[in-house]
């Protein structure tokens, strides 16, 4: 009846999971008794479950990765007060723990904090930016969201119920086929993979064709904004290669499930060619990740330097250079792995040539600082920080390009270091640096600076403590992956890595700090005109939380830095252009279809894992039948009336005016 | 890159909607096309059992006749055209080649050379002997 599931899958004599699950457990519980007693449950279904609005679901990306942020962040602590006490002795994480933590760290942090980041704030900013109100696809929108809220809720529920994979976050073979992980772990791993993947696809589909097809009056390819560049950049890479994680995730399960002999040791198996599809899509992977980080720096840098983005031409070259390159790279994950000299030293050129245009983006972002009027607000230093620390990750990943090099520093601390550098100062640092600078526009609030200055130095000095040790042990020899270790030299360096540690804590804590005390002086914070930053792009153009429709009029685009043209003009005219005459906009209506379908995934991905066959089947009707019933729906969109629009922009306007006028009394 | 801009509340067309053709020239679009896939099937098949061309021949042919075999399906059944609307569809067309080109070719080249490098265990056992 429910197959391989029994009271022995919750682990009663492990008591850090079990604590851990009982508190979030409560903690989820007492969220939802509030909400329900409140009476919040009707406002929350039909303004934000429902929601087919591209900004709501762009919130709701960015607070599920800042959720895992947390629990990623907790298994990074767990694991460095690991090896800082485990010199010598086995810790307090036995090594089946510590292996499910360290797998479970990374699976969290790219699938589950950095992509739902990345895809939020692109979701939340690229229609605004292009001038139009919504993505191409809003309803396909919310269903890739809640499919990944999907495989983050059963990531998480392998805390309590079973067990999550041993086996580094890419599980790879033979230690993930049956029989060396006879557990669910691997189960866990991979639908969840699978089921979000399905989501990020989706999403990747959804903006493309947004960037490509709705565009306002005038915005054609080279008056983008460089984040719209990116974007496009980065969700062409995910359609190219997300279906090879699907595929290679596919046949992994199929050994598992079927006796399917893929990636096996035995029958004609290869577990080579695992590592060779894993990395195919891997590498595209990381600059998946790392190019919308780049496109929100561009934005930061250039509004904070009061000048136009220098190299706009080469910038766009640049990525698109990046979004094909990155394809031809993925062999310098597996240098070791025995291919011949010419091979390995045609990948090692090809790293090396990507970083080239990583390296022109570098020098556009210096001069369009220099010669400007820097103002180092708290998305400024999150920049600033990031060209720093992102060069150092970048110098050391030229080094492991060099495949002797990498003979002596593959699976070491090294690699650690240096992945953690680039992927925490590129990803995470872009990461905060747009929440950082559009928080006003999704709110109608700033944050505020001093814990956000805070939060930033110590964060940026916490991940130096922490991750240069790293390097260091690693030039010792120390591999990564270790529960305990009897090397003295290493010891002192992961003391100190444990101490940047708590830095890093405090940071966060910060983070969180800022929030509280911004949502209490909100009144203090608000943002009447929707330009707090005196930025250059369209969605400054707009009121801050736009409206739901997000311009009364398609913005008319006649050249780069749209807004920054727009402004210059209205200064020249004064302001005294017409009231212009207001028309009925159409609205894609809300759908549960995207939470409905998700609700069905969650049923249909838990059964997979504990073998429930006739649950499998129920789910699987369920999500079909949904997807069905929306398909036949009579009516999909709802008017807002011109009357409606002329109140909500010309409010807007009002307090525009008023800005304006005070500034001139001043 | 065409640079024309679409507006979305204009007349333009949704993501893969055609324009509007009548019924009729539709119908006669696909039919001609459903012919001529049959047609190059039929004759992969009639190829591959023949001894009327040159034996040696016969991959290279249905290589030739698998590939014009895509071109069908892309011309007639995805709309796939020259047309400046297309522009969209035919760079994505070319970069999804790309990749699958990078990806397969790739993939054999490393696998290839693994395998020089390493040779399977039988291979292995054999060599003891």
């Known amino acids: 009846m429910l197959g391989k599931l029994d009271w022995s899958a919750i682990p009663f004599d492990q008591p850090i999971p079990l604590i851990a699950g009982a508190v979030v457990l409560v903690a989820i519980l007492g969220v939802l008794a509030w909400v329900v007693v409140k009476g919040h449950l009707p406002y929350l279904w039909r303004e934000w479950i429902t929601s087919v609005d591209h900004k709501r679901i762009g919130v709701m990306y960015v607070l599920l990765a800042s959720v895992m942020l947390l629990r990623g962040g907790s298994d990074a602590i767990m694991m460095r007060i690991q090896q800082a006490v485990a010199y010598q002795s086995q810790g307090y994480l036995p090594p089946e723990h510590y292996n499910q933590i360290f797998s479970a760290h990374g699976t969290i942090m790219i699938f589950f904090v950095a992509m739902p980041f990345v895809i939020g704030l692109m979701n939340l900013i690229v229609p605004l930016q292009l001038g139009v109100r919504d993505v191409a696809f809003p309803t396909l929108n919310s269903v890739g969201f809640w499919l990944t809220a999907t495989g983050a809720l059963l990531v998480n529920v392998s805390l309590v119920v079973g067990e999550f994979a041993r086996t580094g976050w890419l599980a790879f073979p033979p230690l993930s086929q049956l029989s060396y992980s006879p557990g669910v772990g691997v189960d866990y791993y991979a639908w969840s993979l699978q089921i979000s993947g399905v989501g990020t696809l989706v999403a990747g589909i959804n903006l493309v064709t947004t960037v490509l097809k709705l565009r306002t009056r005038g915005m054609n390819y080279l008056r983008m904004p460089m984040f719209c560049w990116t974007t496009l950049a980065s969700n062409l890479l995910i359609v190219a290669a997300f279906p090879i994680l699907t595929a290679t995730l596919a046949m992994l399960l199929l050994d598992r499930y079927l006796g399917f002999h893929f990636f096996t040791n035995e029958a004609g198996g290869n577990v080579m060619m695992f590592m060779n599809l894993i990395w195919a899509w891997g590498h595209p992977e990381v600059y998946i990740l790392v190019l919308p980080a780049f496109g929100i720096f561009s934005e930061v840098v250039s509004t904070f330097s009061g000048k136009a983005l220098f190299g706009y031409r080469s910038m766009v070259l640049a990525t698109m250079a990046i979004c094909v390159i990155s394809f031809m790279v993925w062999l310098h994950h597996f240098f070791t792995m025995g291919a011949g000299p010419n091979v390995n030293a045609i990948f090692g050129i090809a790293s090396m040539i990507i970083a080239v245009p990583t390296g022109v983006k570098i020098y556009n972002w210096l001069f369009t600082m220099y010669g400007g009027r820097i103002r180092f607000a708290t998305p400024m230093l999150w920049a600033v920080g990031f060209m720093v620390t992102f060069i150092i990750g970048g110098l050391t990943g030229v080094l492991v390009a060099v495949p002797p090099a990498d003979f002596m520093l593959h699976n070491s601390m090294f690699l650690v270091a240096h992945f953690h550098n680039v992927i925490i100062g590129g990803v995470l640092f872009g990461a905060f640096a747009g929440f950082e600078y559009w928080f006003p526009k999704a709110f109608g609030f700033r944050l505020d600076e001093r814990w956000g200055k805070a939060a930033f130095w110590f964060t940026f000095l916490g991940f130096y403590v922490t991750f240069i040790p790293l390097y260091a042990a690693g030039m010792l020899g120390m591999t990564r992956r270790l529960q305990h270790y009897d090397v003295a030299a290493w010891r002192p360096w992961m003391l100190v890595a444990a101490a940047g540690m708590a830095v890093l804590t405090i940071g966060v804590i910060c983070q969180i700090m800022q929030l509280v005390v911004s949502i209490r002086n909100r009144e203090a914070l608000r943002d009447r005109t929707g330009d707090p930053w005196d930025g250059r792009s369209l969605e400054w153009a707009t009121s801050s939380p736009p409206p739901v429709f997000n311009f009364a009029f398609h913005p008319d685009v006649r050249g780069e830095d749209a807004y920054w043209d727009m402004k210059i003009r209205a200064q020249q005219q004064l302001l005294g252009h017409d009231l212009p005459e207001y028309h009925d906009i159409d609205m894609p209506r809300n759908s549960p279809t995207g939470f409905v379908c998700a609700f069905f995934a969650t049923i249909m991905g838990f059964a997979l894992i504990w073998h429930i066959w006739w649950m499998v089947i129920l789910g699987g009707l369920g999500a079909f039948a949904t997807f069905v019933a929306f398909a036949w729906r009579d009516h999909d969109e709802y008017v807002i009336p011109a009357a409606e629009v002329a109140r909500i922009d010309r409010a807007n306007i009002e307090e525009r005016r008023n800005l304006v006028s005070m500034a001139g009394a001043v | ?129």
Request: hydrophobic share 55%; proline share 5%.
């Open chain 2, 1 to 129: 890159m065409s640079d024309q801009t679409h507006m979305p509340d204009g007349h333009d067309l949704a993501p893969g909607e055609e324009e509007q053709h009548s019924v009729g020239t539709r119908i006669l679009g696909y039919v001609v096309g459903l012919v001529l896939a049959l047609l190059l099937t039929a004759t992969s098949f009639f190829i591959a059992g023949t001894d009327l061309v040159w034996q040696p021949s016969i991959p290279v042919a249905l290589i030739v006749l698998a590939i014009a075999q895509m071109g069908v399906h892309l011309v007639f059944f995805l709309h796939i055209t020259t047309g400046p609307d297309n522009t969209n569809n035919v760079l994505a067309l070319a970069f999804g080649l790309l990749v699958v080109f990078l990806v397969v070719g790739g993939t054999v080249w490393i696998m290839a050379n693994l395998n020089a490098n390493m040779p399977p265990m039988d291979h292995i056992m054999r060599m003891r002997q």
